[in-house]
């Protein structure tokens, strides 16, 4: 029997967060090389942020110990307000890799009580399948083409009875982005993705 794994890390919120960054699951602990999202070195993300914020790919590498720069990363994303998170809190690993296509997801992430502590969040992107599973399947909103958003309400009304929980009784109307994925072994140039990610937060005002 495959052990059910759970998200080892909290939702990181900041208050004033425009865009919330939703992927799919963190690869397993021996792939990390800090304790934060998008852990794994030979993942671009944060390659990819330190194109758009600093013009230098390697502003976000700590080179000498082959690891990320965590606290400026964390720094940068309280400042420019974007939220990180994944569409999945429960997950078992079918094949016991990181990949998206063996990831089995045993509990979705309450979305809609992540986006309660960020009131001023209008914008999610997701980059994989697996990440755009929860919105389809739960929200009815179809993936976007690449670079590209559609526009949906999140409608999650409070339950009849009781006390409801953080997050029910949320209606807002959001826009459901779509961006090139961060792995290496997708097949696009880092200044290519960077490029999407560029655009997307100009439209959202996170850059001029």
């Known amino acids: 029997m495959i052990d059910t794994e759970r998200h080892p890390l909290e939702p990181f919120l900041p208050k004033e967060a425009k865009l919330l960054m939703l992927g799919s699951f963190p690869p ?3 792939r990390w090389c800090m304790d934060f999202f998008y852990p794994n070195r030979s993942n671009q993300m944060w390659n990819i942020f330190g194109l758009l914020f600093f013009d230098d790919a390697e502003r976000l590498v700590d080179a000498d110990h082959k690891a990320f720069r965590k606290s400026v990363i964390q720094e940068l994303l309280n400042q420019k307000g974007i939220a990180i998170y994944d569409t999945a809190c429960a997950v078992r690993r079918l094949s016991g890799n990181a990949s998206d296509k063996d990831l089995e997801i045993v509990e979705k992430t309450d979305i809609p009580a ?10 999610i992107v997701c980059t994989g399948q697996k990440s755009f599973s ?6 009815g909103v179809p993936v976007p083409k690449m670079g590209c958003f559609n526009i949906f309400t999140l409608n999650s009304p409070p339950k009849l ?24 072994a997708y097949p696009m140039p880092l200044a290519e993705k960077a490029d999407y990610y560029r655009d997307m937060m100009k439209q959202i005002g996170i850059l001029k």
């Open 28 to 30: 397993p602990r021996k």
């Open 134 to 139: 929860v919105l389809t399947e739960d929200y």
């Open 161 to 184: 009875g009781g006390v409801p929980r953080r997050g029910e009784g949320v209606c807002k109307t959001l826009r459901l982005w779509r961006m090139p994925s961060s792995s290496r």
């Open 114 to 123: 992540l986006l309660a502590h960020i009131p001023h969040c209008h914008n």
